[in-house]
């Protein structure tokens, strides 16, 4: 495994953190789309899963270890794990609150399909592309050192796809096909990790993906396309991933100047950062409880949001607390 670079982390952990944060901003602000401000938001702020499958990615491809079928199966069980368990817990959770405001909202349908990944739940789409990641992610390291003619067709077709999709729309769940465009960022991240140090070359890849995207904005508003982030994101095009990339990078060269005026939102980022995965969970379960049972339609929508982060990380702090207790009882005593 590579020595870890601290500063790299650092800037990783802002641009995950800050991802979460914005991320929490679009679920809240999606119930304030009335509103010309909250939908600016909504909207400007789709970069945030792109960041989001960056940062993992950054992270995966740091530890290069030789490829075999054990280490394989072991690292797919581990990470399937890691993913699922959180998952489940979640869905007991978010079951339970469901049938108490209305059991009839809960019917054995949206159950299976809940926890098989193939409906149900509308945020579960993500557990299932990161375990399609952790399957096919070695391979696509294996292919890279093996076959580098094999690998570049690999991200070839993966590029085709986002462009593919900006003209069609598929007909079946776009669940089944979106890790193909989505591992565009897989192979963007690859070649990020080996550009990192070079910032002329991140200030020129910066202003391609700008180019691109501003490009394809005005000829997909010419052609009467949708503009909206949201409206491209499922599967995701060109359109859409020029822009969220376009976001990772310009906030990277932003951190790489150390500007004292991010320290205060360092501090904070770090912390939904490191919880991220949870938090993931965590805040839509808020959401939920919040839209079902008060009357959140009395609130703005940056009061909503704010109530949501505050009870999210409060949600997130007693959970931190009783793992901490229990990790401690497990320890035993130290004297």
Request: aromatic residues 22%.
């Amino acid at each position: 495994m590579k020595p870890q670079a601290p500063s790299r982390l650092k800037e990783i952990d802002f641009i995950r953190g800050f991802a979460l944060f914005v991320m929490i901003l679009i679920h809240t602000n999606a119930y304030f789309l009335q509103s010309p401000i909250s939908r600016f938001l909504w909207d400007s702020c789709q970069f945030a899963v792109p960041a989001f499958l960056f940062c993992s990615f950054y992270l995966s491809f740091r530890k290069e270890s030789p490829f075999s079928w054990q280490s394989y199966a072991s690292y797919v069980k581990k990470r399937t794990i890691r993913l699922l368990a959180p998952y489940y817990l979640f869905l007991i959770i978010y079951f339970a609150i469901r049938y108490i405001k209305s059991p009839s909202n809960l019917s054995i349908p949206f159950i299976s399909d809940s926890v098989f990944l193939i409906g149900g739940v509308d945020i579960n789409w993500l557990i299932l592309l990161f375990i399609i990641f952790s399957l096919l992610t070695p391979f696509i390291q294996l292919i890279r050192q093996k076959s580098p003619i094999a690998f570049n067709m690999v991200a070839g077709g993966s590029f085709i796809s986002t462009v593919v999709f900006l003209f069609v729309t598929p007909s079946f769940s776009y669940k089944l096909i979106m890790w193909l465009p989505w591992f565009f960022v897989a192979f963007f991240t690859m070649w990020f990790l080996k550009n990192e140090q070079n910032i002329r070359k991140l200030v020129g890849v910066f202003f391609l993906l700008g180019s691109v995207y501003f490009i394809l904005r005005f000829l997909l508003g010419t052609f009467g396309h949708s503009l909206i982030q949201f409206d491209n994101k499922y599967p995701p095009n060109l359109y859409h991933l020029s822009y969220g990339l376009m976001w990772v990078v310009g906030t990277y060269l932003l951190l790489k100047k150390q500007l004292k005026i991010l320290d205060l939102p360092a501090a904070a980022f770090n912390y939904l950062s490191k919880h991220s995965y949870s938090l993931y969970f965590v805040h839509y379960v808020i959401i939920y409880v919040f839209t079902v049972f008060f009357h959140y339609t009395n609130l703005t929508w940056i009061t909503f949001f704010l109530e949501i982060l505050a009870f999210t990380i409060l949600t997130q702090l007693v959970i931190d607390g009783f793992n901490h207790l229990f990790s401690t009882l497990k320890r035993g005593p130290t004297i």
